[in-house]
Each structure stands twice: as C-alpha cells, then as structure tokens.
C-alpha cells in the first residue's frame, strides 16, 4: 500500500476514513482489491494443501512378503491410488 500510494504508511490498530482520504488511498482502491483477492486465493490454496498434508500423515504402505525370497513388496493400494486421484482434483 505504501508503494501504490508513495506514502510511507504505518500499521496502527486503528485506522480511520479520514487517514485512508488524506493519504490518497482512495485512488488506488482497484489495485487494493486486486492485491486483496489474489491474497485471499493463495490462503485458500495454502489450507487446501495443508489439509491434504494432513491427510497423508496416517497413510501406512501395505507390504506383504513376495514368495520365498525374502523381501517383501507393495500390498494392494486402491486407497491410496483413490486418495491421490481426489488430491490431484484438487
């Protein structure tokens, strides 16, 4: 907001019409706006993914032992093929 207005502007707790008025603001609102919803976006975005985090925390890889050589390989994974297609969605 400062560099749109050329004002150097403090935060304070308070800030009247007044303020917003004598510091040119006003003029400058569309561009306000813009910076304000491409904000609100990526906050909504950075929820998402830390939701879809979340998720993933709890998920345990099936393993079960491949015949008689001694390792052991990938269970079945539908859940987990189920969950990343719904992530990728999203």
Do not use: N
């Not at 304070?12 to 609102?29: I, K, N, P, S, W």
């Not at 990526?42 to 979340?54: Q, S, V």
């Not at 001694?70 to 859940?79: D, I, K």
């Amino acid at each position: 907001m400062s560099a749109a207005a050329g004002v150097e502007l403090k935060a304070e707790e308070v800030t009247t019409l007044a303020q917003v008025v004598e510091f040119g603001l006003m003029e400058h609102v569309t561009l306000f706006q813009e910076v304000s919803e491409c904000a609100r976006r990526e906050m909504a975005l950075h929820k998402r993914l830390l939701e879809m985090k979340e998720e993933w925390t709890d998920i345990v890889l099936p393993c079960a032992p491949y015949r008689d050589a001694g390792v052991s390989v990938l269970g079945p994974l539908e859940h987990i093929q189920l969950m990343l297609d719904d992530h990728i969605l999203r």
